[in-house]
C-alpha cells in the first residue's frame, strides 16, 4: 500500500524559510519515478490549492503566488520529494499536503502538516 508521510511544517516569521519533506512508502525505487508528485494546501476556509508539481522527468509548475520563493525537488533513489519554502508570507499559513496519482490513476494524500507564518 502506498502512504505518503510529510514532515518539516512549523511556525516560522514573516521572511522566513521552511523546507518541506514527503517521503512514499510502499514503493520501490524503480516504481517511484514513475510518479508525478505534488504539494498542495488548504488555508482555513478555503479550497484546497496546488502548489508546485514535479513530474517523473523533472519538470516543474508553481502557482503563481509562490513563483519566485518556492522550489520544489524530488530525490528518486529515496522516494523523497521536497518543497522549500523562502520569503515566507502570512498568506502562505496552510496545512501543506503531499500528492501523487499512480500511473494506473490511483490517487495518493499524506496527512498534512501544518505551516504558520506569523510574527
Known amino acids: 500500500q502506498v502512504r505518503l508521510v510529510e514532515s518539516g511544517g512549523g511556525l516560522v516569521q514573516p521572511g522566513g524559510s521552511l523546507r518541506l519533506s514527503c517521503a512514499t512508502r510502499?514503493?520501490?525505487?524503480?516504481?517511484?519515478?514513475?510518479?508525478?508528485m505534488a504539494w498542495y494546501r488548504q488555508a482555513p476556509g478555503e479550497q484546497r490549492e496546488l502548489v508546485a508539481g514535479?513530474?517523473?522527468?523533472?519538470?516543474?509548475n508553481y502557482v503563481d503566488s509562490v513563483k519566485g520563493r518556492f522550489a520544489i525537488s524530488r530525490d528518486n533513489a529515496w522516494n523523497m520529494v521536497y518543497l522549500q519554502m523562502n520569503s515566507l508570507k502570512p498568506e502562505d499559513t496552510a496545512v501543506y499536503y503531499c500528492?501523487?496519482?499512480?500511473?494506473?490513476?490511483?490517487?495518493?494524500w499524506g496527512q498534512g502538516t501544518q505551516v504558520t507564518v506569523s510574527s
Open positions: 500528492y501523487t496519482k499512480s500511473p494506473f490513476g490511483a490517487e495518493y
Open positions: 510502499g514503493l520501490a525505487s524503480s516504481s517511484y519515478d514513475m510518479y508525478d
Open positions: 514535479i513530474s517523473r522527468i523533472g519538470s516543474t
